[in-house]
C-alpha cells in the first residue's frame, strides 16, 4: 500500500514553460486534493475533484487546470509557469461519506520557476 | 476563510506541556489537526467533529467548542519528536467538504 505517491519530487522551470504535476492514490478514495504551500504558510487548495469525473476551483486555481484521469489519479497542470508559482504542492486524497474521515497526503513536488 | 491559529510559535522544554488554539468565524461541522516536519507531508494527529465524535492517536488529545467554533490541541509531556509545524484544518457546515488550513502553530522542543 503506497498511500498517496507524487511525481516528480523536484523540478525547475524556466517562466513561460509547462509542466504536469501527477498525483495517484491505491487506497479507493472519491476524494482529491491539490494544495500549495509557500514558506512559511499553510495549505492553500488549487482545485479538487469530489468524485471520478469531476473537479471544482479552490480558494487559489488561477495559473493551474486539472484532470481527473480515473479514480486513482488526478494531475494538475502549469500552462504557463510564472515565478509566483514557486512552491512545493501536495495532493492528497480522503475517502467520501460523513464521519472522522482523515486525509492523506502525498510526499510533495517542489517547483522552482526562474 | 481560513482559520486562525495561536500561538504562531511556541518553545518548550522536554517533559513541558503546550496548547495550540484553533478559531474560526464559520459554522464548523469538523476540525483536523495535522503535523508537518520540515520538508516532509503533513501527517494526520486528530480529527474532531461537530457532535462529539472524535479520531486520532492515542497520545494526542484535543477539544472542539461548537459554541464558540473553536479547537484546542494539548500536547503533555511533550518530546523531542513533537518538535514541528501544527496545521489545523476546519470544514464549514453545509461546505463541499473541503478543508481550509490555518497559518500553523511552529512547536520546537529542547533537550
Known amino acids: 500500500n503506497a498511500g498517496v505517491t507524487q511525481t516528480p519530487k523536484f523540478q525547475v522551470l524556466k517562466t513561460g514553460q509547462s509542466m504536469t504535476l501527477q498525483c495517484a492514490q491505491d487506497m479507493n478514495h472519491n476524494s482529491m486534493y491539490w494544495y500549495r504551500q509557500d514558506p512559511g504558510m499553510g495549505l492553500r487548495l488549487i482545485y479538487y475533484?469530489?468524485?471520478?469525473?469531476?473537479?471544482d476551483k479552490g480558494e487559489v486555481p488561477n495559473g493551474y487546470n486539472v484532470s481527473r484521469l480515473n479514480k486513482r489519479e488526478f494531475s494538475l497542470r502549469l500552462e504557463s509557469a510564472a515565478p509566483s508559482q514557486t512552491s512545493v504542492y501536495f495532493c492528497?486524497?480522503?475517502?467520501?461519506?460523513?464521519?472522522?474521515?482523515?486525509?492523506?497526503f502525498g510526499p510533495g513536488t517542489r517547483l522552482t520557476v526562474t | 476563510q481560513q482559520p486562525v491559529q495561536s500561538p504562531q510559535a511556541v518553545i518548550l522544554r522536554e517533559g513541558e506541556d503546550a496548547v495550540i488554539n484553533c478559531s474560526s468565524s464559520?459554522?464548523?461541522?469538523?476540525v483536523h489537526w495535522y503535523r508537518q516536519k520540515h520538508g516532509e507531508a503533513p501527517v494526520f494527529l486528530m480529527i474532531l467533529l461537530k457532535g462529539g465524535e472524535q479520531k486520532g492517536h492515542d497520545k494526542i488529545s484535543a477539544s472542539f467548542n461548537e459554541k464558540k467554533q473553536q479547537s484546542s490541541l494539548y500536547l503533555t509531556a511533550s518530546q523531542l519528536s513533537y518538535s514541528g509545524t501544527y496545521f489545523c484544518g476546519t470544514i464549514s457546515s453545509g461546505s463541499a467538504r473541503q478543508l481550509t488550513f490555518g497559518s500553523g502553530t511552529q512547536l520546537t522542543v529542547l533537550p
Open positions: 464559520k459554522a464548523l461541522y469538523s
Open positions: 492528497a486524497s480522503r475517502s467520501a461519506g460523513t464521519g472522522p474521515v482523515e486525509q492523506y
Open positions: 475533484s469530489a468524485s471520478e469525473g469531476t473537479t
